[in-house]
């Protein structure tokens, strides 16, 4: 912003809290949920969900484990009226599920919203009216305080009046002084009280109170103030559930609900990923799964946040951001090499770890603040490789994906060539991809020099010493050769010496059965020291151990001798 625009704002003023106590609390237990993807998330959506799917969407709350859901705004239109009508009268609302229906202060629309209710066994009443001094001042044109709080009262008498003509049902009563957050904070008490007075809250039958942040203008600690502030000066503190509801103008949705709860409050409402009017909503999925991550069960199973997700995108229309906690694509993907490599450790730490032990050991993976498979993610998208990755992430996918358990000292050899080419193509590479180059540049390198037939003979009189009998291609030239030594890959060498290609010394060897692969083979890999002192790694991949061996070690010797050099 040009300094000429930025003049024409303001401080938002703090609340005076010196003794304010938030901030040494801790989250220890989840508050109670309340969705309102079906009300608020839903107004918001350039296209709002047809019935069918707020049914469908509706069964998936369920499933999740809300059991408090705001299904809509039945005075304000018939689909939403008639949404009410399906749920109650196809039986769709579990018994532990309470619906919530909101409603503006006004006569008529409070009569529709108890007509679109009726038969239902429990359900939440929210009623709501702007109390902020700007919404006075503009929306109300100078409406006074007590012309705002009037309203609040009247439309608290006919909320109860009309719940008394359907006793059968179990009736809540939730009270919103919309845009609560920049309302100053003796008027917003004022307002909630004199609702309290109409509806005469006791612990047994508490109300709810929601301290809405409609437009998030402050800071989250500001409003943890205002949180601890309501708390505190509230009458009769247990018999209300004070609940918040936080929207995220500001970035900080969730940071506003965090410290809310260090506050004080009991209830979260939000919605799904954040859905929600403008910035949207507070995303519940994000503060569900960060109490998780603190060891806090929520009573919210995200399991399986992909179908969630799925769900969502179908129904509002909308897609989750690749950075979105939790749920974005790219949220548990590394591609800097540095991280690449301390997640590999840790996962190989844990394995070995819990390997090692009877207890459950706790998480702790660099960069991973959950294990991905906690809600539904594989290990396969963790590690991905850009011209930004290293060794460890290269050496991570062909070990998890192609099965290969290359030595530590090959994977600066093996990294530095699929980056490189990474960063030849402009692009990342796919676990394939790198599998395809591995195998192409490393594994069964045939040129210059090629062994296409090999015999071992164990000699009777010499005990553990072999006799290799290989049939060579070196430079197109077929040739045999002939050397013994005290195993297979000695007596290669040996017999490589014969036929004058030797140049080199070997200083390291290993082999294993290749993980997963769909025939029985395995995979063997050799360091070669060139007599001018340059080390190489080559592989070989072969159904039979031996002949893996051979071929790693001709592998390494020819990128030790390339054919065009
Ligand atoms: O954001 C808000 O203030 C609301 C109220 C109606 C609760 O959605
Ligand atoms: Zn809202």
């Known amino acids: 912003m040009k300094s ?31 969705s309102v993807d079906l009300r608020d998330g839903n107004q918001a959506l350039p296209t709002p969900m047809s019935i069918e799917e707020k049914l469908e969407y509706f069964d998936m709350l369920v499933r ?103 006793p059968e049902t179990e009736w809540t009563f939730q009270y919103s002084p919309e845009s609560f957050s920049d309302t100053e904070l003796d008027f917003a008490l004022e307002c909630c ?18 301290l809405p942040n409609t437009v998030e203008w402050c800071l989250p600690n500001v409003h943890a103030d205002q949180i601890e502030w309501m708390c505190r000066n509230i009458r009769d503190r247990d018999s209300v559930i004070i609940s918040l509801h936080t929207h995220n103008d500001r970035g900080t949705g969730t940071a506003a609900t965090e410290l809310g709860l260090l506050a004080g409050a009991d209830r979260v409402e939000g919605t799904l990923f954040g859905n929600g009017e403008r910035t949207g909503n507070l995303d519940i999925v994000t503060v569900a799964l960060n109490m998780n991550s603190h060891g806090i069960p929520t009573g919210l199973d995200f399991s399986d946040l992909a179908s969630v997700r799925h769900v969502y995108e179908r129904c509002c229309r909308l897609v989750v951001p690749e950075r979105q906690p939790y749920a974005g694509e790219l949220v548990f993907t590394a591609f800097s090499g540095s991280h690449q490599d301390a997640i590999k450790k840790g996962l190989d730490r844990r394995d070995q770890d819990r390997a090692a032990s009877t207890e459950e050991v706790p998480w702790a993976v660099p960069y991973l603040t959950i294990d991905p498979q906690d809600i539904g993610r594989s290990y396969e998208a963790i590690i991905r490789i850009n011209s930004q990755s290293g060794k460890g992430g290269v050496a991570y996918i062909l070990d998890r994906e192609h099965g290969l358990d290359l030595p530590k000292t090959m994977h600066p050899q093996v990294g530095k060539f699929i980056y490189d080419l990474a960063d030849q193509w402009g692009r990342e590479m796919s676990a394939d991809e790198i599998g395809e180059a591995f195998h192409q540049h490393f594994a069964n390198v045939t040129s210059p020099l090629d062994v296409t037939e090999y015999e071992l003979i164990h000699l009777t009189d010499e005990r553990g010493v072999v006799e290799c009998r290989a049939t060579i291609i070196h430079q197109g030239e077929p040739k045999q050769i002939v050397g013994r030594g005290n195993g297979p890959i000695n007596a290669f060498v040996h017999a490589l010496e014969g036929g004058g290609l030797k140049d080199f010394k070997v200083t390291d060897y290993r082999s294993h059965a290749v993980r997963g692969g769909s025939d029985a083979s395995a995979a063997a890999y050799v360091q070669l020291q060139a007599d001018d002192g340059r080390l190489l790694w080559g592989a070989g991949i072969d159904s039979s151990i031996e002949m893996a061996g051979l071929r790693a070690l001709v592998s390494a010797w020819n990128l030790l001798h390339p054919a065009n050099a």
């Open 193 to 210: 009280h004199a609702v309290m007075d109409v509806w005469q809250p006791t612990p047994e039958k508490k109300i709810i109170l929601n």
């Open 4 to 34: 000429s625009s930025i003049s024409k704002y303001r401080p938002f003023p703090p609340v005076s809290l010196p003794d304010r106590t938030w901030p040494d609390q801790s989250i220890t237990r989840a508050p109670i949920w309340c």
């Open 64 to 166: 999740i484990g809300f059991t408090q859901i705001e299904v809509g705004f039945p005075s304000a239109s018939d689909t939403e009226f008639h949404f009410v009508r399906r749920l109650i009268e196809e039986n769709r609302i579990p018994e532990n599920v309470t619906i919530q229906v909101l409603v503006q202060a006004r006569e008529h629309l409070i009569q529709r919203s108890y007509e679109s209710l009726k038969g239902v066994k429990q359900a939440i009443v929210h009623l709501y009216n702007p109390t902020s001094t700007l919404q006075r001042r503009v929306t109300f044109h100078n409406a006074t305080r007590e012309d705002t709080r009037a309203i609040a009262v009247q439309g608290a008498q006919w909320v109860a009046q009309y719940a008394a003509l359907a």
